[in-house]
Antibody, heavy 125, light 110 residues
Framework: QVPLQESGPRLVKPSETLSLTCTVS????????WSWIRQPAGKGLEWIGR???????NYNPSLKSRVTMSIDTSKNKFSLKLTSVTAADTALYYC???????????????????WGQGTLVTVSS | QSALTQPASVSGSPGQSITISCTGT?????????VSWYQQHPGKVPKLIIY???DRPSGVSDRFSGSKSGNTASLTISGLQAEDESDYYC??????????FGGGTKLTVL
């Protein structure tokens, strides 16, 4: 298993920036994509985006203008920043390991697992 | 990208089989053999139960199976058990290198 743990402020003011970090323990961050997913209370899952150790990213088009992901391979951590937040961004935010990439291609393109326990972020003044 | 379409709810009796559909487009479900399914019990973390349309991660019961026809993927649970009562989400890789989820299906075991 590769435990993942989300961390960051639980309360963010409207119009400010949400910042979360996911720490990966027990395994290397290399060769995998790493994703962020969120879930508003009582609602479904929404994929936010993914990042590869090279820094390559893909974002949900609906959030792309406000999302930035980064990665620190030396610390086995990756991060999420979401700008100009509103109440609609209040949700449980999860990080998860995504697809594996070998020298020439990636595999299991829709794989998400294991997941972190999730952290509830509330946007409120 | 639009969310994949799943039925809001399905139900079945213990021992029966049920199927949950997940409909997308040729740009996601129909274009790639990269559909996964997740089980989420209330208050719990989602758990991967099917990946690459038909494959099960180690430790997942063989009562769970996946399939795909055209733009629609399906999850079948056979020998329904009380512990299967949960929310189920499908997800698909897309042509723009993103992932899109379905809206989720609540399974009730009668």
């Amino acid at each position: 298993q590769v435990p993942l743990q989300e961390s960051g402020p639980r309360l963010v003011k409207p119009s400010e920036t949400l910042s979360l970090t996911c720490t990966v323990s027990g395994g290397s961050i290399s060769n995998f994509y790493w994703s962020w997913i969120r879930q508003p209370a009582g609602k479904g899952l929404e994929w936010i985006g993914r990042i590869f150790p090279s820094g390559s990213t893909n974002y949900n088009p609906s959030l792309k203008s406000r999302v930035t992901m980064s990665i620190d391979t030396s610390k086995n951590k990756f991060s999420l920043k979401l700008t100009s937040v509103t109440a609609a961004d209040t949700a449980l935010y999860y990080c998860a390991r995504a697809s594996y990439c070998g020298p020439s291609r990636c595999y299991n393109l829709s794989w998400l697992g294991p997941w972190g326990q999730g952290t509830l972020v509330t946007v409120s003044s | 990208q639009s969310a994949l379409t799943q039925p809001a709810s399905v139900s079945g009796s213990p021992g029966q089989s049920i199927t949950i559909s997940c409909t997308g487009t040729s740009s996601d479900v129909g274009g790639y053999n990269s559909v996964s399914w997740y089980q989420q019990h209330p208050g719990k973390v989602p758990k991967l139960i099917i990946y690459d349309v038909t494959d099960r991660p180690s430790g997942v019961s063989d009562r769970f199976s996946g399939s795909k026809s055209g733009n629609t993927a399906s999850l079948t649970i056979s020998g329904l058990q009380a512990e299967d009562e949960s929310d189920y989400y499908c997800a698909s890789y897309t042509g723009t290198s993103t992932l899109v989820f379905g809206g989720g299906t609540k399974l009730t075991v009668l």
